[in-house]
């Protein structure tokens, strides 16, 4: 049934929370240090062991897929309620620095991506 | 309509899930009727999502009680529970065999903001340790900028602009990054892993993947919900420290 799929991420989802949440006390940040990287590494960890020799049940998968298709949607929701007017009333320091630095990061990407080079997933 | 207001109120989140799918059916049939979707649709949503925020308040569009239901569709618990769920579609070996790119690039992305930060903002009159530190903080994420801030006592106004600078850092990467991505290779796993631990902002980076290539999105993911928390780590610790030795006070 498509809830042992939500379940199923739900599970996740909390348990990488809570890792990030005790990776934060033991460096003594008041805050969650990748929480939701763990929750994924748990989601694909449980996809590649526990259904190794059977795929997992369609059902199963289309309760996670649901959510996974909610993605933009939720992000769209998010933009929309985002403080934008702080963003531009933060002055010209605030623009330069939030364009000038984002942009010199781009740049390097290309330069760092080559570090690890992998075919790219259209050939798959 | 009292009526109308009240029914919406309480049930908010639903009129939300309404409220974005009009949204979304309207910039994907732009997309396709304007650009032909040479420009996504996801990319034209999320632009439009962040036009309605600026008439709104602190919680954009959601300040209206008619759209508080908004904030709760839009806020971290679904954002994280969204996140984790496109994990469905990466494979771990691609994650394995970009892993020390990834890992490399979190620790560059914030040299570099920060470095970029802290320099602008000493030549733009913030030349105190702690000013340039935040500000510095604050060109890596909305988040780092005022905890780096509240933890080295900078003052409120300063903490104010390396939020403003963090919520222009993502808002910028999530318009710009589908037309840059053909320019830096963003079109593999290996590459996004790296795009996500450059940029770090886990709104800017999921928004920008996902009007890019959503097939991206679990392995930019991945690595930039690292981003902020190594940043709250490094900023008020090792760059403050750096920051204040070499301004020699």
């Not at chain 2, 908004?70 to 970009?98: C, H, N, P, Q, Y």
């Not at chain 2, 920060?114 to 030549?123: E, H, M, R, V, Y």
């Amino acid at each position: 049934m498509k809830i042992y799929g939500v379940a199923m991420l739900a599970a996740c989802f909390l348990i990488g929370k809570l890792m990030g949440a005790f990776l934060g006390q033991l460096l003594h940040i008041d805050g969650n240090v990748g929480g939701v990287g763990f929750a994924m590494a748990l989601l694909i960890l449980v996809n590649t062991l526990v259904y190794k020799r059977k795929s997992i049940p369609e059902e199963t998968s289309q309760g996670i897929l649901f959510w996974s298709g909610m993605y933009i949607p939720i992000v769209v929701a998010m933009s929309a309620t985002q403080h934008v007017k702080a963003a531009l009333t933060g002055g010209w320091i605030a623009l330069s620095v939030g364009i000038g630095g984002t942009f010199a990061c781009f740049l390097l990407i290309p330069l760092v991506a080559k570090i690890g080079k992998s075919q790219s997933i259209k050939e798959k | 309509m009292e009526t109308v207001y009240a029914l919406i109120a309480k049930n908010g989140l639903v009129f939300a899930f309404l409220f974005v799918g009009i949204i979304m059916w309207l910039s994907y049939w732009l997309a396709a009727k304007l650009t032909h979707n040479k420009v996504s649709g996801a990319a034209i949503a999320i632009t439009a999502g962040l036009v309605m925020a600026y008439f709104g308040g602190e919680k954009g569009i959601a300040s209206f009680p008619l759209f508080a239901g908004v904030a709760v569709l839009g806020g971290s618990m679904f954002r994280d529970f969204a996140i984790v769920a496109t994990a469905m579609g990466a494979s771990f070996t691609e994650i394995k065999k970009a892993g020390v790119a990834g890992i490399l690039s979190l620790f560059i992305g914030i040299g570099v903001a920060f470095t970029f930060g802290a320099i602008t903002a000493s030549l733009m009159g913030y030349v105190d340790v702690k000013s340039m530190t935040t500000i510095g903080a604050g060109a890596c994420t909305y988040i780092v900028g005022p905890v780096t801030g509240a933890a080295i006592g900078a003052s409120s106004d300063v903490i104010a602009i390396s939020i403003a600078t963090g919520v222009i850092k993502s808002v910028v990467t999530a318009i710009l990054t589908p037309f840059i991505a053909p320019k830096i290779g963003l079109d593999n796993p290996n590459t996004a892993m790296v795009f996500g631990g450059m940029i770090g902002t886990t709104s800017g980076v999921a928004a920008g993947l996902a009007a890019t290539d959503p097939k991206l999105v679990p392995y930019g993911a991945l690595t930039a919900t690292f981003y902020t928390g190594l940043g709250v780590l490094l900023c008020p610790s090792i760059l403050y420290y750096l920051t204040s030795l070499l301004m020699g006070s």
